[in-house]
């Protein structure tokens, strides 16, 4: 089990530039809990309340007395939200080690019950940082249960426009495994060091899923998930990767972990045969720092869309889609990487989704026919056509926009969809913002919000 703390630019922003002042600063960090079903923890920062300077008795570069006003009222909107309070501060200069001092345990003694209390909380975490001199920073940070020993954190996940993974500083390294040498020689030991560590899942096994996939555990991914609730047909051969003629009829979860596993043994791949839109499969999802949404369903990408939202977690969905002319030849080979970051537009507010394919995707196959044959659902759509070159090409592009949002060789601001339009050798990007009164703007207060009830508020068909 590992306890990772995921923080929107909103918040990591305020907390790099404190770490970059010269004197102490501190602050109340509120964050949900979230536990996966897999055992892992995230925390999700919903806030950060920095004291003000008023509130300082004493600051200097090696230490600080704050009064009991520079965190009650933060303490307040920690009961409201039911989130958990963390003591954030900072141990300035570029060589600082953050590592509690005599002083800091003293501290943290002496609030630690104050905070749980007055939060309603029955935990109380804390968080060290100090700056280093490529912009990043280090730190240490502990989950305290009320009635138990406190818990590491052992990482930071930020996301945002771009993306950086924080391991604490007292996490021993991992060696890097001399096959990824062209990587590092391209993007560095540090990027490939969070590759080993990033936990991905894959959302939709076929043709673009398959092709996504491979190529994650190619550059070095260790920690994956794919879900998928269909089983592998012989037109599919064409386009899976890792696929033979004689794993028709078995699951493509379990044909494309057996494929990954075979390239890469110390994989950690999880599997779910199982469709994301019931509420068990979606909620495997809360453990993984990233998800690809490879899915060909309206349902499903609602059901992500969501999730880039109330769990923080950044979406990369991707869609294909091949059309004819009248004489059925194939005249349009387009392509679509959309990135979801918390705070960005959502695929509904992009009109990426079909709402009422949606509700009816969500129902039972006997509902469907019925409401079909009444005029009450639109049809759903039949077998499309697809060929693996494209569905190659497109997961590429898809793969290309995580490596950029982990690297930064591109430009910004960075769009956050790439069309592709193969057939004219074309490729367009864009912005958007999330619609004024919908879930994804950041004004509702929705983002990282985590296990409301419902789950995402959102219905859930029976299984």
Known sequence: MSITLVLPESICSVIEDAAQLPLESAGVLLVTYLKAP???????????????????????HDGMSIASSGYVRALSKAAELKA?????????GTGGIPLPSDHDVKVDEAIADVFRIRADSSFYGTLIVSPRSDGGLAFSATLRPEDSSSLPIDRIWRVHDGWRLYRAIDSPAKPLQSIFDRNVRAFGAAIQETLADLRVAVVGCGGTGSAVAEQLVRLGVRRLQLIDADVLSASNVTRVYGSTPKDVDRPKVEVLRDHLVAIAPDLMCETAASMVTLEATA???????????????????????RIATYLTTPVIDVGVLLSSDANGVLAGIDGRVTVLTPGSACLVCRDRIDLARAGTELRTPEERQRLEDEGYAPALAGVEPAVVVFTTAVAAAAVNEMLERLIGYGPTPRPSEILLRLHEREISTNRAVPREHHYCNPKLGKMGAGDNEPFLEQTWPHA
Not at 38 to 60: D, H, K, P, Q
Not at 84 to 89: G, K, T
Request: charge should be positive; glycine fraction near 10%; hydrophobic fraction near 40%.
């Open 38 to 60: 897999n055992g892992e923890i995230r925390l999700l920062g919903r806030s950060l309340s920095m004291v003000e300077n008023e509130s300082y008795i004493r600051r200097a």
């Open 84 to 92: 958990i309070p963390m003591w954030f501060h900072t141990h300035p």
């Open 283 to 305: 909620r495997r999802l809360i453990g993984w720092d990233l998800i690809f949404g490879c899915t060909d369903d309206n349902a499903g990408r609602l059901v992500l869309s």
